[in-house]
């Protein structure tokens, strides 16, 4: 058995509109748009012109500064329009889908425990899946050359109304096990899966074939406990100079079917959730869906603020807008530009607080109805332990954003910058009185160490 871990720092926000145990498979949309914008650093090259057919699995471009890497059509039909911004950078790829039923580019059928780790990563880098595994520190697509520490998978997720992974991989346990074979053969004896510890996991070590024992570990605790950051951190540190790559459950399927399947089926379930859901649930869908097909009709009247991802990490997005790659859940809350009467004066019951400035700590299990209201803005950056309460790292989260603001990479190196990411730090900038960005302030002192490091 693999490391047994619980984490007490940390915190579990709990939101009304958690989506039931109810799946649903919606139709192609009219439209699909692939988005480079979703592949962090990736200078796209055009494979494909407008009007030209493509299958489903088909490379539509590829990266400029490694060109084995490229991004496949997740449908097949009739390239409709390519929408560029300023400086004629590419935004989206829209396809138009074929209504009679997709078409594929076809591999042979193959079980990638017979294969060699050269014929994996070729066949990965043909089918359009390498871009799933990515890399820490940096949080881009891994490079197919490099040789990674470890790869890491978070069978679980805590984020606020994330949905239930467990669930989701009940669906197509053949292809996560087939995808968990295909990733073992690229770090032999370094594959490590982690999972919900206490009684509340419905997947055990039986589930995982061909793992060692010693490379299944539990974690129990409060968000962010499912964060693959975190995770890594108390497994194998990430030094300088050291990779290490991971990959989402959900994109360990789609590998799967590349090898079981032989072909880029680019489906995923996606949870809508949150409190402006009339009934929050699971969709399966295509990646690149137009989120209409998932939203409209089934969302409550007002101001709304929608979400691709968590309300910690997530970005904001719209009806009009398309699935992003990585994408495995929808939030929807109110859009709270309203005034607030008398503010913090209230009493305040029904507001969420993890100190006791208001009484509705006395009820640790209840559920709220959160908007976007962030109750103030930008103020000085005060040291007040809030940061160490959520933050369950050995790291000390103010010294190292005050190393970033100064720009000292020695010193930032010394506070762990490599194992670090935005999301990590979500939790900190959730709870911060003074309404700094944090993940702002992550996100480019890890662009600066890259750059200048």
């Known amino acids: 058995m693999g490391k047994a871990i619980k984490l007490r720092r940390g915190y579990d926000i709990n939101l009304v509109g958690k989506a039931g145990y109810v799946l649903t498979s919606l139709p192609v949309s009219d439209v699909i748009a692939v988005k480079p914008a979703d592949f962090k650093l990736v200078v796209p090259k055009l494979l494909v012109e407008v009007g030209q057919e493509v299958l489903a699995g088909q490379p539509v471009f590829y990266d400029k500064s490694n060109q084995a890497i490229k991004v496949a059509s997740p449908v097949s039909g009739e390239v409709a329009e390519v929408v560029r911004g300023e400086k004629r950078r590419i935004l989206e790829i829209r396809i138009i889908p074929d209504r009679a039923g997709l078409r ?3 591999y042979p059928q193959v079980d990638p425990v017979g294969l060699s780790r050269e014929a994996i990563v070729e066949r990965l880098l043909e089918g359009g899946c390498w871009n799933y595994i990515r890399q820490r520190p940096y949080t881009l697509i891994a490079t197919p050359e490099d040789t990674p520490k470890g790869i890491f998978i978070s069978c679980f997720d805590t984020a606020p109304l994330a949905p239930d992974i467990e ?21 032999p004896g370094r594959l490590h899966v982690s999972l919900r510890g206490g009684a509340d996991s419905r997947i055990n070590e039986a589930d995982l074939a061909d793992i060692p024992s010693e490379n299944i570990h539990y974690f129990q605790g409060p968000h962010p406990a499912g964060n693959v950051g975190v995770q890594i951190h108390h497994l194998s540190p990430i030094r300088k100079d050291e990779v290490v790559w991971y990959v989402q459950p959900q994109d360990v399927v789609i590998m799967g079917r590349l090898f079981r ?9 996606v949870a809508l959730t949150g409190s402006c859901v009339k009934e929050p649930q699971y969709y399966r869908v295509l990646t690149g869906q137009k989120l209409g097909t998932l939203l409209d009709g089934r969302l409550a009247e007002g101001k709304l603020r929608i979400v691709q991802g968590n309300i910690l990490t997530g970005v904001t997005s719209s009806s009009e807008d398309f699935l992003s790659h990585y994408c495995n859940q929808l939030t929807v809350v109110p859009e709270g530009d309203e005034p607030e009467f008398l503010g913090w004066l209230l009493p305040g019951v029904n507001k969420l607080s993890l100190s006791r400035t208001y009484f509705s700590w006395l009820f640790p299990k209840r559920s709220y109805q959160l908007d976007t209201n962030m109750h103030g803005e930008e103020r000085a950056f005060v040291m007040t332990g809030q940061y160490d309460q959520v933050l369950p790292m050995d790291i000390m989260p103010v010294v190292l954003l005050k190393a970033i603001l100064a720009r000292d990479i020695e010193r930032m190196e010394q506070l762990g910058i490599y194992e670090v990411a935005e999301e990590d730090f979500a939790l900190c900038e959730f709870v911060c009185t003074s309404k700094i960005e944090v993940q702002r302030i992550i996100s480019e002192g890890l662009e600066y160490v890259r750059t200048e490091g």
């Open 104 to 106: 594929y580019v076809s």
């Open 167 to 187: 669930y989701i991989l009940d669906q197509e346990k053949e292809n996560f096990q087939a995808g968990l074979d295909a990733l073992h053969k690229l770090a």
């Open 261 to 269: 399947e032989g072909r880029y089926r680019a489906e995923r379930i």
